[in-house]
């Protein structure tokens, strides 16, 4: 018996040997994906997952995850850093890339955008909102925080002339810092110095009694910032003036924009906010002016200020530009069309993390599919660790919603979580290199361990070395290997690594 026992060990060791893969990956539905067997700590009980948090905005007041980013206190970094950075000792920065099987995925699926920007907004960890604005725009993010560092001093300063009398002075001190920073729309990544600014000169205008001039920056205050509340030091006639104006705006008469750009996909940003990507037109914005920013991972973003009127839509139509260093993004974007989460693409994607100078890089693929139950959205994650070429998976699907609206998606959240609530779980880029298993995703179909003709003589070589084994051990086989005596025949079976 013993010698059966060792002999089927063996065949197991056997058959391990020839698989020479040391790590197997499983996707399932909503739950993470990935097991990292050369670290034990992925086995211990992860961390309880993170909540979302209600948030007050403009767009939408129901609690979900969307975020008004605008109306978030953070560190000059784009965010707080009670959660730092296990290697470097600061927030995270993080690419995103978005990639759509169709145009009909693109048309319907596009909410994807939205509420993976909203989520990563909310982790005090990352530095989404930085990051997105930083990557492949070198010049210009160098010259936002030369700029901004100004406007800071035009601020202070314009504050002293207020408290000394000289409101006319402070007036062009105040007008400086917002048109530095105006200039900046295209990488500006946290507006707090700009609604100071714009407020602080709706003040002074409404101190020299010039009531229009006031009420044009109040408004551009309040499209950024809809709950701004003024400081104390702020006089009693100004409150009452700004507090009139807000409950106006509420009133105002609504208009439509209608954004495009080539190539198509980019992320929309209007007054700080995620509203979705190119083409589309965003209805019912309050008339009047608006700030808007377009993003595409491994372009230059582009922004500016736009009139909102009621009637016929505005229109924003921009060709972007392929941004600083970003020449390893088309080769990216081409791979992950091909196969998404094959081997080459995530060789590719850990190219352009580097070039993008990020921590992690989020690749997102959605596809849609047609079911006995309607249509469902089929959506896979890959989150890299760039500096340890490591990464970790999603992969779910869900009834794509009649209102194309992803952020009550339950599945999403728990999917987020999972990958964002810990460092743990990430499996090394080069074991999909090296041929590493997947079961339920589409994955190196052109490596030989994917071959029906390969898994076929495995499969015929480890039942015929079991079956050998037993008829090796078992008395009275015509292949019986042991004797009379208790001694029995001995055979050693020896793997070379």
């Known amino acids: 018996m013993m010698k059966t026992v060792s002999t089927l060990v063996a065949g197991l060791f056997f058959f391990s040997s020839i698989n020479g893969m040391g790590q197997w990956s499983f996707g399932s539905t909503a739950k993470a994906a990935s097991f990292d067997l050369e670290d034990d700590e992925d086995f211990k009980e992860a961390p309880a997952k993170t909540k979302s948090k209600k948030r007050s905005s403009s767009f939408d007041e129901e609690e979900d995850f969307d975020s008004a980013s605008s109306q978030k206190s953070r560190t000059k970094g784009g965010g707080s850093r009670d959660d730092l950075d296990e290697d470097n000792g600061t927030a995270k920065s993080i690419a995103v890339f978005y990639f759509f099987a169709d145009s009909a995925a693109e048309k319907k699926a596009r909410d994807i955008v939205r509420t993976v920007g909203n989520y990563l907004t909310e982790l005090s960890n990352y530095r989404f909102l930085e990051s997105d604005a930083r990557i492949f725009n070198d010049f210009s993010f160098e010259k936002l925080i030369s700029d901004a560092d100004k406007a800071q001093k035009y601020l202070d300063e314009g504050k002293k002339l207020l408290d000394?009398?000289?409101?006319?002075?402070?007036?062009?001190?105040?007008?400086?810092?917002?048109?530095?920073?105006?200039?900046?729309?295209?990488?500006?990544?946290?507006?707090?110095?700009?609604?100071?600014?714009?407020?602080?000169?709706?003040?002074?205008?409404?101190?020299?009694?010039?009531?229009?001039?006031?009420?044009?920056?109040?408004?551009?205050?309040?499209?950024?910032?809809?709950?701004?509340?003024?400081?104390?030091?702020?006089?009693?006639?100004?409150?009452?003036?700004?507090?009139?104006?807000?409950?106006?705006?509420?009133?105002?008469?609504?208009?439509?924009?209608?954004?495009?750009?080539?190539?198509?996909?980019?992320?929309?940003?209007?007054?700080?906010?995620?509203?979705?990507?190119?083409?589309?037109?965003?209805?019912?914005?309050?008339?009047?002016?608006?700030?808007?920013?377009?993003?595409?991972?491994?372009?230059?973003?582009?922004?500016?200020?736009?009139?909102?009127?009621?009637?016929?839509?505005?229109?924003?139509?921009?060709?972007?530009?392929?941004?600083?260093?970003?020449?390893?993004?088309?080769?990216?974007?081409?791979?992950?069309?091909?196969?998404?989460?094959?081997?080459?693409?995530?060789?590719?994607?850990?190219a352009v993390g580097k070039a993008a100078k990020v921590d992690r890089l989020l690749a997102v693929h959605t596809a849609l599919e047609e079911g006995t139950a309607g249509t469902e959205a089929k959506v896979q994650f890959r989150l890299l660790n760039v500096p340890k070429e490591t990464y970790k998976e999603e992969n779910l699907s869900f009834p794509l919603p009649s209102s194309s609206d992803f952020t009550r998606i339950e599945d999403l959240r728990h999917s987020f979580d999972n990958l964002f609530a810990d460092d743990l779980g990430f499996n090394p880029v080069s074991s999909i290199v090296s041929g590493s298993l997947s079961i339920g995703r589409k994955k190196d179909e052109g490596s030989v361990v994917t071959a029906w003709w390969f898994w076929t003589i495995i499969g015929t070589v480890v039942a015929g070395g079991v079956t050998t084994a037993c008829l090796l051990a078992i008395p009275g086989s015509p292949l019986y290997m042991g004797g009379k005596g208790s001694s029995g025949a001995t055979m050693t079976v020896e793997f070379t690594p």
């Open 164 to 350: 000394d009398g000289e409101a006319e002075e402070a007036i062009g001190k105040f007008n400086a810092a917002v048109d530095l920073l105006e200039k900046r729309i295209d990488v500006l990544y946290d507006y707090t110095l700009l609604v100071k600014a714009l407020f602080y000169t709706g003040a002074t205008w409404k101190l020299l009694e010039e009531d229009d001039k006031a009420s044009g920056f109040f408004k551009k205050v309040l499209v950024l910032n809809p709950d701004y509340e003024p400081d104390k030091e702020t006089d009693e006639d100004t409150v009452d003036f700004f507090d009139k104006l807000k409950s106006k705006m509420m009133m105002q008469p609504l208009g439509d924009l209608k954004v495009t750009s080539d190539p198509v996909g980019a992320t929309i940003y209007i007054d700080g906010r995620i509203v979705g990507v190119t083409p589309m037109t965003i209805e019912g914005l309050v008339s009047g002016k608006h700030y808007w920013r377009i993003h595409k991972s491994g372009y230059r973003d582009v922004g500016g200020i736009v009139t909102v009127r009621d009637g016929a839509p505005e229109k924003i139509d921009e060709v972007l530009k392929t941004g600083d260093g970003a020449e390893p993004v088309a080769q990216f974007e081409k791979l992950a069309v091909a196969e998404f989460g094959g081997a080459a693409m995530m060789k590719q994607a850990i």
